[in-house]
């Protein structure tokens, strides 16, 4: 089995390689290209993935190129993760927002549309080569926006599933809280990438009992510290929404954090200057404690399980992706891309029938699917009035003079990257 990384000079990487080695009867790989144009990350990333596969006797073959068609040729699954203008853009995406009084972020708000915009056009032109060297390989996306990046690959004829590792992230903490595995424990998980709520945990399966309302009692105030909201709020909903919601449920209070510290980019900057020094260590062969702070944690695992399950191999039956919506919240189109529990096999991704969803996340499930369509059109198609329609569509934006602004700092720290601009 032949799996090709595109994004493989991340810092990430290792994260990735570290769950290919020890789930590898799982997901047995017997080549992993990884396929980066930064020539000197790429080396850096591929010795210590060498290293990581030969102490955990993983007999598979580690392949680096910068050489994009050769590394997807043949491929039975292409992972996607990569950042376009990368962290330098993530940079301008968290700083120009606060200057219209919006936030400052890179996958949602006007900082979010920036990198959709930026990243489609790549993302397809990637894809279309993937499908002129195997058509018949998954592609599986893990570049944010994912949603919205994942819907233009399936729109496009893409043989495409979207994930995200905040589901699993969930799943973990809260088996760890009941003192089970994780494979026993079902999220009734559903929304939009990065706008998403945990309506249940169910213990067994869909139907399993659900603990929720015990973990809420029980564990509210280190659940409420987690995603920095407040515990009364989370009893009134009766649910646990996504860290990624705090931008909704408390926007001005995170602007004006966000105006008194360094960004998010800059402390990943610096981590990634020390993980790629440390990568450069020949007597390293373990992925560092520091990768944890980097983000993406449990990543690996959720890819090993999706890639498998897809490849026909060992996966979980059930897994929250993003696909698309078909009749499964019948307030959006069947062509949005939700972010729910699915059937995943060979076949694809279906998502699972779900209980009706309240109208206080119905509103912004639906509010938010209507800026990813006019995001989707300015991604694919340019001009500044699509620009500035997407951004007046954002609940976190939403006013014309906000819209204006945003729209000029969005075109002018974007341009290199805009081929209509």
């Known amino acids: 089995m032949k799996l090709a990384v595109v994004?493989?000079?991340?810092?990430?990487?290792?994260?990735?390689?570290?769950?290919?080695?020890?789930?590898?009867?799982?997901?047995p790989v017997t080549e992993l290209v990884l396929v980066d144009p930064a020539t000197e990350r790429l080396e850096l990333v591929g010795g210590l993935a060498r290293r990581i596969f030969a102490k955990q006797g993983h007999d598979g073959r580690i392949v680096t190129t910068t050489d994009l068609d050769a590394g997807v040729a043949d491929a039975d699954a292409v992972l996607l993760q990569l950042r376009v203008g990368g962290q330098a853009a993530r940079q301008q995406d968290e700083s120009w927002p606060l200057e219209c009084g919006c936030v400052g972020q890179e996958t949602t708000g006007a900082g979010g549309l920036a990198k959709a915009l930026r990243t489609v056009?790549?993302?397809?032109?990637i894809a279309e080569r993937v499908r002129r060297t195997n058509p018949n390989a998954w592609i599986i996306d893990f570049t944010n926006p994912v949603g919205i990046v994942t819907r233009a690959l399936?729109?496009?004829?893409?043989?495409?599933?979207?994930?995200?590792?905040?589901?699993?992230?969930?799943?973990?903490?809260?088996?760890?809280?009941?003192?089970?595995?994780?494979s026993e424990v079902h999220l009734d998980h559903i929304g939009l990438n990065h706008l998403t709520w945990e309506r249940a945990v169910r213990i067994g399966g869909p139907g399993?009992?659900?603990?929720?309302?015990?973990?809420?009692a029980e564990h509210g105030d280190a659940i409420a510290a987690d995603l920095r909201l407040p515990r009364p709020l989370l009893d009134r909903l009766g649910v646990v929404p996504s860290y990624y919601l705090r931008y909704f449920y408390a926007h001005d209070e995170v602007v004006r954090e966000l105006g008194t510290k360094p960004s998010r980019a800059v402390e990943v900057a610096a981590m990634e200057r020390?993980?790629?020094?440390?990568?450069?260590?020949?007597?390293?062969?373990?992925?560092?404690?520091?990768?944890a702070r980097r983000g993406?944690?449990?990543?690996?695992?959720?890819?090993?399980?999706?890639?498998?399950?897809?490849?026909g191999g060992g996966g979980s039956a059930h897994q929250v992706v993003n696909a698309y919506n078909n009749g499964t919240l019948p307030f959006l189109p069947d062509d949005a891309v939700i972010e729910t529990q699915a059937a995943v096999g060979a076949h694809g991704a279906v998502p699972l029938p779900v209980a009706p969803v309240d109208p206080l996340y119905a509103g912004?499930?639906?509010?938010?699917?209507?800026?990813?369509?006019?995001?989707?059109?300015?991604?694919?198609?340019?001009g500044r009035e699509r620009v500035f329609k997407a951004l007046l569509a954002h609940p976190l934006v939403g006013?014309?003079?906000?819209?204006?602004?945003?729209?000029d700092r969005l075109i002018a720290h974007n341009r290199e990257h805009l081929a209509w601009a």
């Open 274 to 291: 020390e993980l790629l020094e440390m990568y450069g260590d020949p007597a390293l062969d373990e992925k560092p404690a520091l990768l």
């Open 121 to 125: 056009p790549v993302v397809l032109d």
């Open 208 to 216: 399993g009992e659900d603990r929720l309302p015990g973990l809420l």
């Open 7 to 27: 994004g493989g000079g991340s810092t990430y990487t290792p994260e990735l390689i570290d769950g290919f080695a020890r789930l590898r009867d799982t997901l």
């Open 154 to 182: 399936l729109r496009a004829g893409h043989k495409a599933v979207g994930l995200c590792n905040v589901a699993i992230g969930f799943q973990r903490k809260f088996a760890k809280l009941l003192d089970v595995a994780p």
């Open 399 to 407: 006013q014309y003079d906000s819209a204006e602004g945003l729209t």
């Open 364 to 382: 912004l499930i639906a509010h938010v699917t209507a800026y990813e369509d006019l995001a989707l059109e300015a991604a694919l198609h340019g």
């Open 296 to 311: 993406g944690a449990f990543y690996s695992e959720a890819a090993v399980d999706l890639a498998a399950s897809l490849l």
